[in-house]
């Protein structure tokens, strides 16, 4: 946790880690399953969903799942930077041609675009879309400790990407630090990425083949140290999640019911006026 | 660079269902390939430790055109080999959709336009250092600029085919609009092509054999060592 992120619109996975594994808020202690599920259902709501007016009650619900686990909600919008630039990255190509009613236009190079309804829609649309997924993904994995993250994945996916997931998982934590250490030792003798094409590509080249080379190196050690263990192609589990309550159970069921009426209502019949 | 930076409900659940499958479906090859889950300690490790360090340089953020950055997916390729290295794109991208960087649902897309760069990343390199035995960097350079060029346009094809939800443009003016994204990535895979030659480069000189190439024998201090023996 001393360690600070080195990009400021990517969620620092150091930091996520501590406020899962210090935090005791009421979010923290939901079963882990079941908001593993309720993040499929989120998924699925923000594909599903088309109505703007419900989009915005999904992305309220998952802004108050998120602040009831007491969660800072400046990081959160810190780090919506990186979604929202997605978002307007993709829109910007779409938003000045699709037909509708003219909100706004302008000439540029003699040619006149014009901001629409649909337009607008368009990118509100597609904004929120994106909060509610990535708002609710954050809280999952703000408030699931690392034990219970490694259950559901050694649980899910298949041999061995979860053993890759797990390992990786470990040694991103090492690996980003290294990175963060060269960047740090870079900028401490006034250097930056900034410094011409040539020198730039060079000095990124010889950042990141040193990362790989002692990347390389540390797996071959951990290799040799796991096989020296015993390591048999499965992690032990140190700990196992509690089964679901009545009440994980009563939750999932309410929002599957509210997930079939929303799919129901889009492709069988229009149940709320869309 | 060039992978489907898409966030959830951009694509319709037909369309989601229908990348995730064939992307499930090459990933089973990928598994099958290493061995059907048997996969030796070594390799695992270096997989992990590839997805940590692909992982990191995603989020280095090179402050050039409001930031961008690197995929190294090409480079996988060259490392670790196609089946491997699309195990372990597929693990970056379930990080990536964790925070935010493309979503959950497009985890099957961008997986299938990853494999492409890993694929091709990995055959471009041994058949232009293997047989046309051209240097390190441009062979480098030559396969990450093909591998990022092809999967530039395939990532175009799947948005277009695909087509955005919620849009009216039809195919055709998707494919238009998605254009403009495909050369800005193609200039990017350029500039990742010169990266990934001075990685190769410089990976030639200190690590050999993570390239596919066997290492010099260690010579320094020979001529001290048969002193030593002359005079013993």
Sequence with gaps: MSRKS?????????????????????????????????????????????DPYLLAILLVATVAFYAAARLPLTLLLGWYSLPVFFVLTLAVLFVFSE????????????????????????????????????TF??????TTRYTNIAVIASKSLPKPLDNIFLLSYRFTFETSDEVADVLDAMRSRSGGLVKGVSRQT????????????????????????????????????????PRMSYGDYALIGLVALALAIVAYSRYFNNLIGW | MAHVHLEDGSFTLFWVLIWSALAAGLVSIALYRQGRGQIPTRKLA?????VA???????????????????LTPL?????????????????????AAIGHGGWSMIGANTLVNMVEVFLGFYAYRFLRGYAKVERFYSG???????????????????????????????????????????????????????????????????????????????????????VAADV
């Design chain 1, 99 to 134: 037909p509708g009613r003219q909100l706004a236009s302008f000439t540029l190079l003699g040619t006149r675009i014009a901001l629409t309804e649909n337009g607008a829609l368009l990118v509100v649309n597609l904004l929120m879309r994106a909060l509610a997924a990535v």
């Design chain 2, 53 to 71: 360090v692909g992982f990191a340089a995603f989020q280095i953020e090179i402050p050039v055109f409001g930031g961008v950055h690197l995929n």
């Design chain 1, 202 to 241: 060079k000095m990124f080249a010889g950042i990141i083949g040193l990362a790989f080379v002692h990347a390389f190196e540390r797996a071959e050690r951990i290799a040799k140290a796991m096989e020296a263990r015993g390591f048999t192609g499965t992690f032990p589990m140190t700990e196992k999640i």
């Design chain 1, 6 to 50: 080195y990009s400021r619109h990517i969620p620092d996975f150091r930091l996520v880690t501590h406020y899962a594994e210090s935090r005791t808020s009421l979010v923290h202690r939901i079963n882990p399953w079941t908001k593993a599920v309720l993040l499929v259902f989120v998924i699925l709501f923000v594909i599903i969903i088309q």
């Design chain 2, 46 to 50: 270096i997989a992990s430790m590839c």
């Design chain 2, 141 to 227: 350079f030559g396969a990450a600029a093909i591998a990022l060029t092809v999967s530039a346009l395939v990532a175009v094809l799947i948005v277009s085919v695909s087509e955005i939800q919620g849009s009216t443009q039809t195919r055709a003016q998707t494919m238009a609009n998605m254009l403009v994204l495909a050369i800005a990535n193609i200039v990017m895979g350029l500039f990742e092509g010169v990266v990934t030659g001075y990685i190769v480069s410089f990976l030639g000189k200190v690590r050999p054999d993570l390239i596919g190439e066997s290492a010099p024998a260690r010579t320094e201090g020979i001529e001290d060592r048969l002193e």
């Design chain 1, 137 to 142: 993904s954050l809280a999952f994995f703000m």
């Design chain 2, 76 to 96: 996988m390729g060259i490392l670790v080999g196609p089946a491997l290295g699309s195990l372990s794109v597929l693990t970056i991208n379930v990080f990536s």
